[in-house]
């Protein structure tokens, strides 16, 4: 199970957008997550919903996303229950929770359906220097390398005889690793800096990009058709 | 080309590690460094790329030169155009999201225009033997894939000096030969400076033209090819393993008197049985389908195979740490488990603290654990480094503090992923030591091993694992082609 989502190679309409429009649909599902009214967000969450069925994401991919969600849920329900009572309580939390759904889903399906080099592209024509550009980017590639940390020190536990299986264990096993965790993910990102290094990165002020980007009528109608609704999602 | 006077080097620690060096190398010459685990031979090839002291602190004394311009003067990238440095750990030398993309990398840093960046990617993959592994991630690869396509995103750059820390390490032998005939027909045709950073040096002994042997941080032996392979004893200078050369130690037919155990087929249950076991990742195919495996109370099996054949998915799956789709695995008994790259093993903060960490958990009396811990830390001959980090060790001292963290718990089958990869003659010599008295008190071991020698010397039973299935295959020292 992944952590945290990372770039699903596809072909779709939506992959073949450009960063830009990818990054304002983006914009536009947050803006509507934090202003507009509950029916409006729901509507949101529904448009992002379409899109990522046309973007033809796996479900499966939301898994860690929906549990993450769902603990977070549990204790916005408990605190609201506690200081608004039932019926306050249970809408307030309600609300909250439909708003961080909509918040995380655009921000997964950002992540998922935009390659990362995409962005730093994205970046480079904005102006910023691809040194700078490109950090995001290689910040969001190290995620997998924490992941793998965290998998490696699981199995070297699982092969001194621990086992989790049950939650308890599971927190069991976990404790004591992550100062681990942390020192090793440190000691990996210092290789993958002096790797990057050693290959030439940041010598020249510019660098060749195998991709390329380009904003066409599509992005441009899609863009324009996402602000709009945005727009009227949150005055509505 | 390169020229290296070195008086000292000390890490932050304090420790010296390197002293006295006078190193001249010109242009076109290919030379390997030598020398046994913790000798300084990493350490001097980072003070020849730059490495030190731009990277890594510490305090040299000395001057490393490359055409006439001081290291110290240029930054890592700018030093990058003219000389290749592939580090001794692959995995975090590839971070992009594909193998393709990883090739790139550098290419596109040097500017190159598109249609160059294709060509050269693709003849680097080639060179390596990977032009299969373009479209994976990274992360999916094999220890041997990954090696591979490390070296590869370096050479791709196409400069005019290569240093390689063990670019072959993790390589199975026909992927060694391969990769080093590569390399010295790069340096023959485009004149290339290369110098290698290699524990066994006899297999590059027709192809290097100089050999520099470092011990203590000091180089003993500077020679050409020729002088170098006649005159020395290459066993005694640590550099070749003595396991033919022992037979009374490492031949399984003759267990010491007194540790005689009856092993075999023929001796009851088997400690390991593997039944129709069907296996595939996550969105791939299937690894394995139906495959079959025993193995018995005293018994070394060697699992051998090419690079990316499911060796390392078997072995965990073997240990309990990968699930089966489908069949059965059985094992009769606790196991240790010592993973191909040790690093992924430990995360103690002292030697002492990673060995007692499975018998904590088991809640062992402390006078217990303090005698077990002890012993097996003896055992690997770490027991003066008890109390250091296990960060501060050598790789080959990594692997057997890893190695001591299965023995600890006394198991009755050691599952063991490349027990020499990465460790100099002595110490490979010392875990084969080991691994033949385990198996002469009755305890099995699976063993995966690219170590011709190694696997002929401790196995008697070994399997070619290749296109998903196990072929019985005689344990002789020669590795079936499977291409």
């Given at each position: 199970m992944?952590l945290?989502p990372?770039?699903?190679?596809?072909?779709s309409?939506?992959h073949?957008r450009?960063?830009r429009?990818?990054?304002?649909?983006f914009?536009?599902?947050?803006?509507?997550?934090?202003?507009?009214e509950?029916?409006?967000?729901?509507?949101?969450?529904?448009v992002?919903?379409?899109?990522g069925i046309m973007a033809?994401?796996?479900?499966a991919?939301?898994?860690?996303?929906a549990?993450v969600?769902?603990v977070?849920a549990v204790?916005l329900?408990?605190?609201?229950?506690?200081?608004?009572?039932?019926?306050?309580?249970?809408i307030?939390a309600g609300?909250?929770v439909?708003?961080?759904a909509?918040f995380m889903?655009?921000?997964?399906q950002?992540?998922?359906?935009t390659?990362?080099m995409d962005?730093?592209?994205?970046?480079v024509?904005?102006?910023?220097?691809?040194r700078?550009?490109m950090?995001?980017?290689?910040m969001?590639?190290?995620?997998?390398?924490?992941?793998?940390?965290l998998?490696?020190?699981?199995?070297s536990?699982?092969?001194r005889?621990?086992?989790?299986?049950?939650?308890?264990?599971?927190?069991?096993g976990?404790?004591p690793?992550?100062?681990?965790?942390?020192?090793?993910?440190l000691?990996?990102?210092?290789?993958?800096?002096?790797?990057?290094?050693t290959?030439?990165?940041?010598?020249a002020?510019?660098r060749?990009?195998?991709?390329?980007?380009?904003?066409?009528?599509?992005?441009?109608?899609?863009?324009a058709?996402?602000?709009c609704?945005s727009g009227l999602?949150?005055?509505? | 080309?390169i020229?290296?006077?070195?008086?000292s080097?000390?890490?932050p620690?304090?420790?010296v590690?390197?002293?006295?060096?006078?190193?001249?190398?010109?242009a076109?010459e290919f030379?390997?460094?030598t020398?046994?685990?913790?000798?300084?031979?990493?350490?001097l090839?980072q003070?020849l790329t730059?490495?030190?002291?731009?990277f890594i602190?510490?305090?040299?004394?000395?001057?490393?030169?490359i055409?006439?311009r001081?290291?110290?003067?240029?930054?890592?990238?700018?030093?990058?155009?003219?000389m290749?440095y592939?580090?001794?750990?692959?995995?975090?030398q590839?971070?992009?999201?594909?193998?393709y993309?990883?090739?790139?990398?550098?290419?596109?840093?040097?500017?190159?225009?598109?249609d160059?960046?294709?060509?050269?990617?693709?003849?680097?993959l080639?060179?390596v033997?990977?032009?299969?592994l373009?479209?994976?991630?990274?992360?999916?690869?094999?220890?041997?894939?990954?090696?591979?396509?490390?070296l590869a995103?370096?050479?791709v750059?196409g400069?005019?000096v290569?240093?390689?820390?063990?670019?072959?390490?993790?390589l199975?032998?026909?992927?060694?030969k391969?990769?080093y005939?590569?390399i010295?027909?790069?340096?023959?045709?485009?004149?290339?400076?290369?110098?290698?950073?290699e524990?066994?040096?006899?297999?590059?002994?027709?192809?290097?033209g100089?050999?520099?042997?470092l011990d203590?941080?000091k180089?003993?032996i500077?020679d050409?090819?020729?002088a170098?392979?006649?005159?020395?004893?290459l066993?005694?200078?640590?550099?070749?393993p003595?396991?033919?050369?022992?037979?009374?130690?490492?031949?399984p037919?003759?267990?010491?008197k007194?540790?005689?155990?009856?092993c075999?087929?023929?001796?009851?249950?088997?400690?390991v049985?593997?039944e129709e076991?069907?296996?595939?990742y996550k969105?791939?195919?299937f690894?394995f389908?139906?495959?079959?495996l025993?193995?018995?109370s005293?018994?070394?099996?060697?699992?051998?195979?090419?690079?990316?054949a499911?060796?390392t998915?078997?072995a965990?799956l073997?240990?309990g740490?990968?699930?089966?789709v489908k069949?059965?695995?059985?094992?009769?008994?606790?196991?240790g488990y010592?993973f191909?790259n040790?690093?992924q093993?430990?995360?103690?903060?002292?030697l002492?603290?990673?060995?007692a960490?499975?018998?904590?958990?088991?809640?062992?009396?402390?006078?217990?654990?303090?005698?077990?811990?002890n012993?097996v830390?003896?055992i690997v001959?770490?027991?003066?480094?008890?109390?250091?980090?296990?960060?501060?060790?050598s790789?080959?001292q990594?692997?057997?503090?890893a190695?001591?963290?299965?023995l600890?718990?006394?198991?009755?089958i050691?599952?063991v992923?490349?027990?020499?990869g990465?460790l100099?003659?002595?110490?490979a010599?010392?875990?084969a030591?080991?691994?033949?008295?385990?198996?002469?008190?009755?305890?099995s071991?699976?063993m995966?091993?690219?170590?011709?020698?190694?696997?002929?010397?401790?196995s008697?039973?070994?399997?070619?694992?290749h296109?998903?299935?196990?072929?019985?295959v005689?344990?002789?020292?020669?590795?079936?082609?499977v291409?």
């Amino acid at each position: 199970m992944e952590l945290f989502p990372q770039y699903h190679n596809g072909d779709s309409w939506i992959h073949r957008r450009d960063p830009r429009s990818k990054t304002v649909f983006f914009m536009a599902g947050v803006a509507v997550a934090l202003a507009g009214e509950p029916k409006s967000v729901t509507f949101m969450f529904l448009v992002l919903m379409v899109h990522g069925i046309m973007a033809r994401l796996p479900p499966a991919r939301y898994k860690t996303a929906a549990l993450v969600l769902s603990v977070t849920a549990v204790t916005l329900v408990v605190v609201q229950l506690i200081f608004n009572g039932v019926v306050t309580g249970l809408i307030m939390a309600g609300e909250a929770v439909l708003r961080l759904a909509c918040f995380m889903y655009a921000f997964m399906q950002l992540v998922q359906w935009t390659h990362p080099m995409d962005l730093a592209l994205m970046g480079v024509k904005m102006g910023v220097p691809y040194r700078f550009a490109m950090l995001p980017v290689l910040m969001v590639r190290f995620i997998p390398v924490m992941e793998r940390e965290l998998k490696g020190i699981f199995e070297s536990q699982y092969a001194r005889g621990e086992r989790f299986d049950s939650t308890r264990q599971k927190l069991r096993g976990f404790l004591p690793v992550l100062l681990p965790l942390v020192l090793r993910s440190l000691k990996c990102g210092q290789e993958i800096a002096l790797a990057m290094e050693t290959k030439g990165f940041g010598y020249a002020s510019r660098r060749t990009f195998l991709r390329d980007i380009s904003f066409t009528a599509a992005d441009g109608l899609w863009t324009a058709g996402m602000v709009c609704l945005s727009g009227l999602l949150i005055t509505y | 080309m390169i020229k290296a006077i070195i008086k000292s080097f000390s890490y932050p620690t304090g420790n010296v590690v390197l002293r006295d060096m006078d190193i001249h190398i010109p242009a076109g010459e290919f030379v390997v460094i030598t020398g046994t685990s913790g000798s300084g031979k990493s350490t001097l090839v980072q003070c020849l790329t730059g490495v030190i002291p731009h990277f890594i602190r510490g305090d040299l004394d000395g001057k490393v030169e490359i055409k006439g311009r001081d290291l110290s003067s240029l930054s890592l990238p700018a030093i990058s155009r003219f000389m290749a440095y592939a580090g001794q750990e692959p995995q975090n030398q590839l971070f992009n999201l594909t193998v393709y993309e990883d090739m790139a990398f550098g290419p596109g840093n040097l500017c190159l225009s598109r249609d160059e960046i294709h060509t050269r990617v693709e003849w680097a993959l080639n060179f390596v033997g990977g032009r299969h592994l373009a479209g994976r991630q990274p992360d999916t690869l094999s220890g041997g894939e990954t090696q591979r396509c490390a070296l590869a995103s370096y050479i791709v750059m196409g400069q005019e000096v290569l240093v390689l820390d063990q670019p072959c390490r993790e390589l199975d032998p026909e992927g060694r030969k391969m990769v080093y005939d590569n390399i010295y027909q790069l340096h023959r045709e485009k004149c290339l400076t290369v110098v290698v950073v290699e524990d066994r040096p006899a297999e590059l002994a027709g192809l290097a033209g100089r050999f520099l042997v470092l011990d203590d941080g000091k180089i003993v032996i500077d020679d050409e090819a020729a002088a170098f392979m006649s005159h020395y004893n290459l066993a005694e200078l640590g550099l070749s393993p003595l396991y033919k050369s022992c037979p009374e130690h490492f031949s399984p037919s003759a267990p010491p008197k007194g540790q005689q155990k009856k092993c075999g087929a023929d001796h009851g249950e088997p400690l390991v049985q593997v039944e129709e076991l069907w296996f595939g990742y996550k969105g791939d195919s299937f690894l394995f389908r139906g495959l079959n495996l025993q193995v018995f109370s005293g018994e070394v099996v060697s699992l051998l195979g090419p690079n990316g054949a499911g060796k390392t998915t078997l072995a965990k799956l073997i240990g309990g740490i990968l699930k089966p789709v489908k069949g059965v695995v059985k094992v009769n008994g606790t196991t240790g488990y010592l993973f191909q790259n040790p690093d992924q093993q430990l995360f103690g903060s002292s030697l002492w603290d990673e060995v007692a960490f499975a018998l904590k958990r088991r809640r062992i009396s402390p006078d217990e654990i303090e005698k077990r811990v002890n012993r097996v830390l003896e055992i690997v001959r770490l027991n003066d480094l008890a109390g250091a980090h296990p960060y501060t060790l050598s790789r080959g001292q990594r692997k057997l503090l890893a190695l001591a963290t299965a023995l600890v718990m006394e198991p009755a089958i050691l599952i063991v992923d490349e027990p020499t990869g990465g460790l100099d003659c002595r110490q490979a010599d010392l875990v084969a030591e080991i691994f033949t008295q385990f198996s002469h008190r009755g305890g099995s071991i699976l063993m995966i091993s690219h170590d011709p020698d190694l696997v002929k010397a401790l196995s008697r039973k070994a399997f070619l694992l290749h296109g998903g299935s196990l072929r019985e295959v005689k344990p002789d020292g020669t590795f079936p082609a499977v291409s």
